[in-house]
């Protein structure tokens, strides 16, 4: 559910090479990132994941996704914090936000510098 660790992964899906936004998705958070990464004019493609063969009596892994845009230079961390991302309503989509933790920021000013006139 959480950004990578600034890796870049690529992975071919559909015939395409994407970089990975994000592995191990259910099929709510794999709709959410879509609709949050096309409205920024991401191309996104999402891919099953293989599931883990059961044993008999064992309980089934569930389905997971992995998420990719097709622009290979996209990096979703240095999108987060350099506050490139938007909500459909104009607010900058915060890491919390990204991991569904928390409301869009309305906030338009860099959170990590400070006022050097003060």
């Given at each position: 559910?959480?950004?990578?660790?600034?890796?870049?992964?690529?992975?071919?899906?559909?015939?395409?090479?994407?970089?990975?936004?994000?592995?191990?998705?259910?099929?709510?958070?794999?709709?959410?990132?879509?609709?949050?990464?096309?409205?920024?004019?991401?191309?996104?493609?999402?891919?099953?994941?293989?599931?883990?063969?059961?044993?008999?009596?064992?309980?089934?892994?569930?389905?997971?996704?992995?998420?990719?845009?097709?622009?290979?230079?996209?990096?979703?961390?240095?999108?987060?914090?350099?506050?490139?991302?938007?909500?459909?309503?104009?607010?900058i989509v915060?890491?919390?936000?990204?991991?569904?933790?928390?409301?869009?920021?309305?906030?338009?000013?860099?959170?990590w510098r400070?006022d050097r006139?003060?």
């Amino acid at each position: 559910m959480f950004i990578n660790h600034g890796k870049h992964i690529e992975q071919e899906i559909d015939g395409l090479r994407c970089r990975i936004v994000e592995k191990g998705a259910n099929a709510e958070r794999a709709e959410f990132l879509k609709k949050l990464l096309e409205y920024n004019n991401l191309e996104v493609r999402i891919a099953e994941e293989p599931r883990k063969e059961t044993v008999e009596g064992e309980e089934a892994t569930p389905i997971t996704f992995s998420i990719g845009v097709t622009d290979i230079t996209f990096n979703p961390v240095v999108a987060l914090y350099e506050r490139d991302l938007r909500t459909p309503d104009g607010k900058i989509v915060s890491p919390a936000f990204w991991n569904q933790q928390a409301p869009a920021t309305g906030e338009h000013s860099w959170y990590w510098r400070y006022d050097r006139e003060k």
